[in-house]
Nanobody
């Protein structure tokens, strides 16, 4: 069983930056792909980015490409989402996931509880 805990959310001004972390426990996730999704109330979970365990290659949604960067640190069993040039429309809850693949939420097995990012204008 893998437990994921996100952190780093909070309030940030538009144009600012923030870094989300997702720390895993219960198992070493270095051989799992990992992903970030986000979900606003009443809406479907939206893909943000995923990173392949085997080579670290990332796939990022067009809506955040060039602003958001996903990375991982195997030694810390943690994945990150660096967010730059934040916009008010980035305001929502962000979730990390591991053991899966693609931009489809149902293909991911383990999920964190989410962390909220609020971008103020």
């Amino acid at each position: 069983q893998v437990v994921l805990v996100e952190s780093g959310g909070g309030s940030v001004q538009a144009g600012g930056s923030s870094r989300l972390s997702c720390a895993a426990s219960g198992r070493n996730i270095s051989t799992y792909n990992a992903a970030w999704f986000r979900q606003a109330p009443g809406k479907e979970r939206e893909f943000v980015s995923w990173i392949a365990w085997i080579d670290g290659e990332t796939t990022t949604s067009e809506s955040v490409k060039g602003r958001f960067t996903m990375s991982r640190d195997h030694s810390k069993n943690t994945v990150y989402l660096e967010m730059n040039d934040l916009k008010p429309e980035d305001t929502t809850d962000y979730y990390c996931a591991v053991r899966g693949w693609s931009d489809i939420a149902s293909r991911w097995t383990y999920w964190g509880q989410g962390t909220r990012v609020t971008v103020t204008s």
